[in-house]
């Protein structure tokens, strides 16, 4: 298996969609989204958490290739927190209770729509990195952060950070 | 989107204000670098494939909490992959 591709992400992108699929990329894959500079092996989804998204998530899943047994579909279904797939045409994770983001209907409010692609806003993936506390995302977080203040100045709606972020 | 809650989407490199003095001026000329790419070439650029012990030696896993996640990722996985809490 190759690297994640762009052609891999329209067809994640369009599989959901049709499906009406709500779920956000998170993480470094959507901080590259969003123009990020850096590199990551996998693509990771915030899914909504709800029986009819779980259902529309999993066939869309098995659209894209994914070989998924029953029981893990249930899984899937039922939103455990964080689903890891390795059994598809690409590494995909999903993530239904991210760190430091309380709620979905939160982050899909301040949603960020970059060709077609909804991703989490760059606070909610700053936030997800910061709160989980791991040697790796603490190494990433003060260049994301610099990215933010740049990414921050071609944003002229942009309120600026949320209270209590560290800059 | 209500515009008014979220930021618009990529902007042009051209609407920025000028350089932030807080970034570092590497770290800078790779974000304007990165600006002037479309986004396939981005991601390109960004997506890299390297086998991840263990991590990747299961076709899927599933954790009912990010707590249990986090904590088989201490137990099972080398720490030279970064997945330990500090």
């Known amino acids: ?167 | 989107m209500d515009d008014a809650k979220a930021p618009r989407p990529e902007g042009n490199v051209d609407d920025a204000r000028g350089p932030e003095e807080s970034i570092p001026r590497e770290w800078l000329e790779e974000f304007e670098a990165a600006a002037r790419r479309p986004l396939h070439t981005r991601m390109r650029y960004a997506f890299i494939k390297t086998y991840k012990p263990v991590l990747d030696d299961a076709p899927f896993r599933s954790f009912d909490t990010m707590a249990d996640y986090r904590r088989w990722c201490e137990e099972n996985l080398p720490d030279w992959l970064g997945y330990g809490r500090i």
């Not at chain 1, 894959?29 to 958490?49: E, H, I, K, M, N």
């Not at chain 1, 899937?76 to 927190?81: L, Q, S």
């Not at chain 1, 689903?83 to 991210?98: H, S």
């Not at chain 1, 603490?138 to 309120?159: M, T, V």
Request: hydrophobic share 35%.
């Open chain 1, 1 to 167: 298996m190759g690297a994640f591709e762009y052609r891999q992400a329209e067809e994640i992108r369009d599989a959901l969609a049709r499906r009406g699929v709500r779920y956000l990329f998170i993480g470094k894959s959507g901080a590259v989204l969003l123009g990020y500079p850096d590199t990551t092996q996998d693509a990771d989804l915030f899914v909504d958490r709800s029986p009819e998204n779980g259902r529309a998530l999993v066939s869309a899943l098995r659209e894209l290739g994914f070989a998924l047994t029953d029981p893990q579909a249930d899984e899937i279904e039922r939103g455990k927190d964080f689903v890891q797939l390795r059994n598809g045409p690409f590494d995909l994770d999903l993530v239904f209770a991210p760190d430091g983001i309380e709620r979905f209907e939160d982050a899909w409010e301040r949603r960020v729509e970059v060709e077609g692609f909804p991703v989490c806003h760059l606070d909610d993936i700053i936030a997800s990195k910061a709160a989980t506390n791991r040697a790796k995302d603490r190494e990433s977080l003060p260049r994301l952060r610099a990215f933010r203040e740049y990414w921050s100045r071609r944003q002229p709606s942009y309120p600026g950070p949320r209270e209590g972020q560290p800059r």
